[in-house]
């Protein structure tokens, strides 16, 4: 039998590749080879490691749709930490996975500063944000971490997942931002970044949301 190092492997943009039968421990070192510095971001769940390769476009929705979170949570004057695509592993779950963004809301100021999150004894984002989830090894690595609220942004349309028993059930609306019709929006905005100056579509968004806030009140 040939044995091929991760290295070796080349995922072509907007493809993903799907290894079975991988140990914890390798897939400890198989992190390691790949490094941190690298534009490939993987899911792990009983044994199955998937690793994906991001086309441009998908970057730049799930900037967008980071910035939406936010300009939302900044106007609404709400606490919260970004640890984007940081990898998220639980050995005792044989789960990990890389968001393309996630966010710490209530857990914010408990979460400040830590440059390594330990699922043991730490909680797991309470939003995890990703674009063009194709794999069912993602999703089963975000059920089995537990992650609250699940975005998941696909051909032009935001839906909204939250565990509910240890299965992901679709929502119109997002229990973090109740009342706020955050798929017509984050669409919306998602949208006009991508044909136009990303700072003017940012700026439209913000006053669109001081508008429904100044409504609200």
Known sequence: MVALQVKQLRVPEGQTIEIQ???WSELEEILQDLGENRN?????SDGV???VSPLPAHEIDKVCIGR???VLLDELERDYISYGSTTFKNEKMLKAVEPDDCFYLTYADRMAGKLRIDLDIDPPPELAIEVDLTSKTQLEAYKG??????WR???GCLRIDCLEAGEYVEKYESPLFPGWPIKEAVGR??????TSNHRKAKKEFRQWVLEQIATAG
């Open 68 to 70: 939406c979170v936010e």
């Open 189 to 194: 905005y998602v949208r006009k970044a991508r």
């Open 49 to 51: 490691l998937s690793i």
């Open 40 to 44: 490939t971001r993987i899911a792990y």
């Open 21 to 23: 039968d991988v140990s």
């Open 153 to 155: 942004y696909d051909q």
């Open 145 to 150: 971490l537990g992650v609250a609220e699940l």
